[in-house]
């Protein structure tokens, strides 16, 4: 018909749709000015701006103290160590759940993501009951490695391995098995064939996983804090510590820049191997590519990992469980309703009914925020501008959370944005977090809508909103819930911003479960693990959800 | 392109929804303002007995409403934050170890409190601008544990020169100056003996002695010290610990069936006085409500209830020490004390010292 009216009336549609997300990203660069730079800003101002100058000289003074070059050179290798650690683990874990069918396998990809939507804090009170006094090794062999940097370690593993299973072995089921055994055929060894053609096409994957992981480690602080007692501090606990007990703002706010510089490296680095990962690959349909393990090698690599996730993951999430059924009738859950004077002026209880409240809000800005950014974000030939706020977006996952909690103490106090005093400063911090993962699972996707898709429903006579609703909700409908799903569940776990901000009579659970980890006393501690216990039910219930829901494009985490 | 700007509607949709319904419930529960309630900021230790409380709301008019934010030195840190728009109206918990930083960063404003002239003379501070109102005492001392020092025929340590001998080595346990304010104390009180000059040699034989140091005062009493109901439970393998004077009876008062003596005791000659202080919040909403909040603390009814809840002493003229107090563990007779100008001009560049000396 009239193709030529066609391609101007779309050209012209091009340029509108240009101004559209001029428009589109408008939203969430005012959010990020307004609950993410201006609250940062204002807590370095105040620790490094005296008498209307900056102080910048503080900062060669903080570099020079031995103890703070002890925390920056324990920060580093703990991270290079945690994330070593973790891909050796995880490794074979990925290849296992890329090629090999077994039953069971679905649900087992669901559990090993538990822990990484878990709150730190729960993570922390988990090998506490396993690794701590008192705790199962304790019990069964004497062996405790609480304040030890094992414990920190293992953690980290248990944290991290669904980051290097899901990247990793996401592309590696997709992978054409065909190719390698093309190269077999000709005459390539099975070692070389692997190291020339798959290992090539993985390593942009791993090396993405690996800088996630270093950035999740490089950054830790609920499970050092729990963990690591007075000796082990990362860059973040100390900024905490600096803070909120030492009260030497000016080292803490030298400490928030190191960190940001820091997270800024990591983050480039990482986004210039995540757009190499998006270099063409012949992929292939990952229900294809799994088979039943065959031989006694595969059935014993399988064996190998499945029992690595059982000792690893399963079991300090287990001991967790039986640690908070640990008293007759339920009763550190039924402790769990009175009112107890000596923690909370509330039961414990109501934590759920807060995190949960505090949770769908977040979720809400996280999509709305996120969504728009990802829509915007959409173009590839995106302006350098609109890139640049690509890795924007990332940085609230690497910014000290406790940095911004104590900012939104200190800069949302005034008119127009006197937020102090209301609740909502919660689930904004919280959404903070949750913008990052809203668009890097919606972000591929929308890529992935073909363009010209639209264009030939259009052509065929379909008006724009049926086009839409055809042909681009079906796909995206699925990654905005699974988004929705990771914001919830990262909102629900997040401590390091909302410890400072929720209100005291107001805790959510993360809050709860420190606190009451806090106090001493068997009932206490009883409490804080039945309230871990329910969050992570929360958290696995979430997961399961999305995994039926999970398209196998989306998201890089 | 239409879509994605849908998509904007409906999402813009959402996202006003969301906002507005935050704007409607921010502005029903902006209730601090209103002038019958008044707001205690404090640290996790504060209690009181319902029924003096109840009395003083009952006179007053008054509602209080109780916002416990930490540990003491969190608690005050956070309130030196927020000065500008502070949680509440009275802030109840800061101690002579960090009077200096509440002072100085202009977080009270003065109110002399009603029976302030009842307060015992040696607890008064500021007395010129009265920006603070003495609540309460206690001394930091070491505790032992009896059992441990029966059983190894060895008599408990009595003063910090002990604590470096041979017999004790690995005994003992500590907090963290930096996080703890028993910590804290210890730090001082080994300050105040030694001097500036000798603090850190001491230090440096107590770590050459094995002394332990965990976080908070929580992990150290509870968990690693054996002396104590719940540590011996924890299996805790430490029977020095410093603590309260008033612990030992604490282990009596709640222990159930009750001990004819107390099962710890306290080395008389490692204490150092602590005195917590109360006052009105600089740009406090309710100040009429604090004023009489910080009143009542001062009042007879209330230091007479105060020793049972939170384990300390009234500073109170003629105000009743327990005998569950003086029967299961004695005030220290002459325990270290220091200038507040002096720790001012000292703590912080101590607490770093000592961070590098015996943590890193």
């Not at chain 1, 791993?206 to 950054?219: K, P, S």
């Not at chain 1, 490296?265 to 270099?279: D, G, K, P, S």
């Not at chain 1, 329910?534 to 399961?544: F, S």
Request: proline content about 5%; glycine content about 8%.
């Amino acid at each position: 018909m009239d193709l030529a009216r066609t391609e101007v009336a779309l050209r012209k549609r091009v340029t509108k749709g240009g101004a559209a997300r001029l428009g589109l990203i408008a939203l969430p660069v005012a959010f990020f000015a307004a609950f993410f730079a201006y609250p940062v800003a204002a807590i370095v101002a105040r620790g490094l701006k005296t008498d209307g100058g900056w102080q910048l000289g503080r900062i060669a003074d903080v570099l020079t103290q031995s103890d703070i070059r002890h925390v920056l050179w324990f920060t580093t290798w703990q991270a290079l160590a945690s994330t070593a650690l973790t891909l050796l683990v995880a490794l074979p874990g990925a290849y296992v759940f890329a090629r090999f069918d077994f039953p069971g396998k679905h649900l087992l990809r669901a559990v090993v993501t538990v822990p990484f939507v878990l709150p730190t804090v729960v993570v922390g009170s988990a090998f506490l009951a396993l690794v701590g006094r008192g705790g199962l090794l304790d019990e069964l062999w004497g062996v405790r490695l609480d304040t030890t940097v094992w414990a920190i370690l293992l953690a980290h593993v248990f944290f991290n391995y669904a980051v290097v299973v899901r990247t990793v072995g996401g592309l590696w089921a997709q992978l054409d098995p065909r190719q390698e055994e093309a190269a077999r055929m000709l005459g390539a060894s099975r070692l070389s064939a692997w190291r020339t053609v798959t290992l090539p096409a993985l390593a942009p994957a791993v090396a993405a996983a690996a800088l996630m992981v270093f950035l999740f480690t490089f950054t830790s602080f609920g499970v050092v804090q729990i963990l690591g007692g007075p000796t082990f501090s990362t860059l973040e606990v100390e900024i905490y510590r600096q803070t909120s007990e030492i009260f030497d703002l000016s080292t803490a706010a030298v400490l928030t820049i190191i960190q940001f510089l820091a997270v800024g490296a990591i983050l480039a680095v990482h986004a210039w191997t995540v757009r190499r990962r998006e270099t063409a690959l012949r992929l292939v349909d990952a229900s294809v590519t799994a088979r039943r393990p065959q031989g006694v090698g595969q059935w014993a690599l399988l064996a190998g990992v499945l029992a690595c996730v059982a000792g690893l993951l399963l079991l300090p999430l287990a001991v967790l469980v039986q640690r908070s059924l640990d008293a007759p009738d339920f009763a550190y859950y039924r402790a769990l309703t009175s009112e107890d004077g000596g923690t909370f002026l509330v039961p414990p209880i109501d934590a759920i009914g807060n995190s949960l409240t505090y949770a769908v809000v977040a979720t809400a800005i996280a999509v709305l925020i996120g969504g728009l950014a990802a829509v915007a974000l959409t173009r590839r030939d995106a302006g350098r501008f609109v890139r640049g706020f690509d890795a924007l977006l990332m940085l609230p996952l690497g910014v000290s959370a406790v940095t911004v909690g104590f900012g939104f103490l200190i800069a949302l106090d005034e008119p127009p944005l006197d937020l102090r005093s209301s609740w909502i400063l919660v689930p904004l911090a919280q959404a903070l977090v949750g913008v990052p993962f809203v668009v890097r699972t919606m972000l591929p996707v929308l890529r992935a809508v073909d363009a010209r898709l639209r264009e030939a429903a259009a052509v065929l006579g379909a008006s724009p909103w049926r086009a839409w609703r055809e042909v681009d909700l079906p796909m995206v409908r699925r990654a905005l819930l699974v988004a929705a799903g990771f914001a919830f569940a990262v909102s629900l776990g997040e401590f390091g911003a909302t410890v400072f901000i929720a209100r005291p009579d107001n805790p959510t659970l993360p809050v709860a479960v420190a606190r009451l980890l806090g106090r001493p006393g068997e009932l206490n501690y009883g409490q804080a693990m039945a309230l871990s216990t329910i969050l992570m039910v929360v958290c696995a219930v979430a997961l399961l959800v999305l995994e039926r829901l999970r398209t196998d494009r989306t998201g890089e985490f | 392109m239409s879509n994605t700007r849908k998509f904007t509607a409906v999402v813009v949709g959402l996202g006003l929804v969301t906002l507005s319904a935050c704007g409607s419930s921010e502005s029903g529960s902006g209730g601090s303002g209103e002038s019958k309630t008044v707001t205690l900021v404090s640290h996790d230790s504060w209690a009181v007995s319902k029924s003096v409380l109840a009395d003083f709301e009952k006179q007053s008019g008054y509602t209080v409403k109780v916002l416990k934010d930490g540990d003491a030195g969190q608690a005050v840190n956070k309130a030196i934050l927020t000065k500008d728009n502070p949680q509440g109206d009275v802030f109840f918990g800061v101690d002579n170890t960090l009077l200096s930083r509440a002072l100085d960063n202009g977080l009270f404003q003065p109110y002399e409190a009603k029976d302030a002239g009842f307060v015992l003379p040696e607890y008064r501070v500021d007395q010129d601008k009265h920006r603070v109102t003495p609540v309460d005492t206690g001394d930091i001392c070491v505790n032992y544990d009896k059992a441990y020092f029966t059983e190894h025929k060895l008599d408990p340590p009595q003063s910090f020169d002990d604590l470096t001998k041979p017999a004790y080595k690995n005994l003992l346990v500590t907090e963290n100056a930096a996080t703890s304010s028993p910590g804290l104390g210890f730090l001082l009180g080994t300050a105040a003996k030694y001097g500036d000059a000798g603090w850190q040699d001491y230090w440096k034989k107590l770590k050459a002695n094995g002394v332990k140091v965990v976080d908070g005062w929580e992990q150290a009493y509870y968990e690693e010290f054996s002396g104590s109901s719940s540590g011996r439970k924890a299996g805790g393998d430490r029977p020095l610990v410093v603590s309260y004077a008033s612990s030992p009876p604490a282990e009596v008062v709640f222990a159930d069936p009750k001990p004819k003596t107390a099962p710890t005791g306290v080395a008389t000659g490692t204490c150092f006085r602590q005195i917590e202080y109360a006052g009105l919040l600089s740009n406090a909403r309710n100040t009429e409500g604090g004023k009489a909040l910080l009143d009542f603390l001062l009042t007879k009814e209330f230091q007479d209830d105060m020793p049972l809840n939170m384990f300390v002493y009234p500073v109170r003229e003629a105000a009743q020490v327990p005998p569950e107090f003086t029967k299961y563990g004695p005030q220290a007779e002459d325990p270290q004390t220091m200038d507040p100008a002096e720790i001012a001009a000292n703590r912080d560049q101590w607490v770093k010292s000592w961070t590098s000396l015996v943590l890193k």
